[in-house]
């Protein structure tokens, strides 16, 4: 199981569209620095779904290479079919990740018992290799209730982890930990970290976003897990404004990567066709929740940004 922080990495694409490994390498090193857990290559935010198989397999050789050792690397690795599913899962081992993320397969009156059995399959077929349950049904299409994200964790050892954004994540966090009775169950949230405080007090074991200032991220849950409740909510409460802004449905990959690229972490901060682009309205706007975040919070890292 996994638990602490763990960051959603954005695929940084060159002007002309193409991978950009060593602004990738970049950004690794700026999250593995901030202290970290582990990362989290092809999840839904690294625009997994633009990327040809050749590229997938560059973003991941070039994320558990930069990384070397470090921290964990887990991998997306959600399809439509099951085979597809264990061929991600299996070139993602053999590239060296600690684990793979997956969603439901996407499929016309898709159920329980189909759910199950497509993560048995997928387990029965990678053997000892971790699996992250992903739990959104906006890209799934299909709501996993906490009955069955536990059945999943009891029937299936290596599936004891589950990447939960399907709201209001922290009711549902306690729910399941309850049905999962005595089966231990690690719950990370999501959602771009909006719920952080709440997740944790409901049990969560961490968070898994790619929020693009993970430092805060791993301040706040270590204060959390040292028992200091209350400096974890006074670190965590300035920065809200911010993760809202840069969670927004549409376009909050473009602004997460104009982030990172006034961080120094990307050479080009846009996104892959046919992918958002920001307008000027929405950088002044960046501009104003940043400047605000600063003077709220005092965080040195924001000057300059």
């Known amino acids: 199981m996994f638990e602490g922080v763990y960051s959603v990495l954005p695929t940084p694409f060159k002007s002309g569209g193409d991978v950009d490994v060593e602004s990738l390498k ?42 070397n ?32 993320m997956v969603s439901p397969p996407r499929a016309l009156k898709l ?20 699996i992250v349950v992903q739990d959104y049904p906006p890209i799934s299409g299909f709501a996993m209730e906490a009955g ?4 999943i964790s009891k029937e299936i050892p290596t599936a004891r982890t589950i990447k939960l954004e399907d709201p209001p994540t922290p009711f549902k966090t ?8 005595d089966t231990k169950v690690a719950i990370l949230g999501g959602l771009g970290g909006v719920f952080l405080i709440e997740e944790l007090l409901a ?9 693009a200032f993970p430092e805060v991220l791993v301040n706040v849950v270590s204060r959390y897990k040292a028992g200091k ?3 974890a909510a006074e670190a965590f409460y300035p920065f809200v404004a911010l993760m809202r802004f840069e969670f927004q449905e549409g ?7 104009e982030v990172f690229r006034r961080r120094g972490a990307l050479t080009d901060g846009s996104t892959r066709a046919p992918g958002p682009v920001l307008d000027d309205n929405t950088r002044a706007a960046l501009d104003r929740v940043l400047g605000w975040t600063a003077a709220k919070s005092g965080a040195e890292f924001l000057k300059g940004i």
């Open 26 to 67: 970049r950004v690794v090193e700026l999250i593995v620095g901030a202290g970290v857990n582990g990362v989290t290559a092809l999840g839904v935010t690294g625009e997994v779904t633009r990327l040809s198989e050749k590229e997938r397999a560059l973003v991941v050789d070039t994320v558990v290479t930069q990384i």
């Open 69 to 100: 050792g470090r921290a964990k690397v887990i991998v997306g690795a959600s399809a439509d079919g099951v085979r597809a599913c264990i061929d991600y899962s299996k070139e993602a081992k053999s590239l060296g990740a600690a684990a793979v």
């Open 111 to 130: 159920n329980t018992e189909s759910v199950v059995s497509h993560y048995k399959a997928l387990a029965a077929a990678v053997g000892d290799l971790e």
């Open 148 to 151: 069955l994200l536990a059945r």
């Open 174 to 181: 306690a729910r399941i930990l309850a049905a999962a009775g």
């Open 203 to 211: 049990g969560a074991a961490g968070v898994m976003t790619g929020f």
């Open 229 to 231: 409740i209350d400096e």
């Open 251 to 257: 376009i909050g990959m473009a602004i997460r990567k």
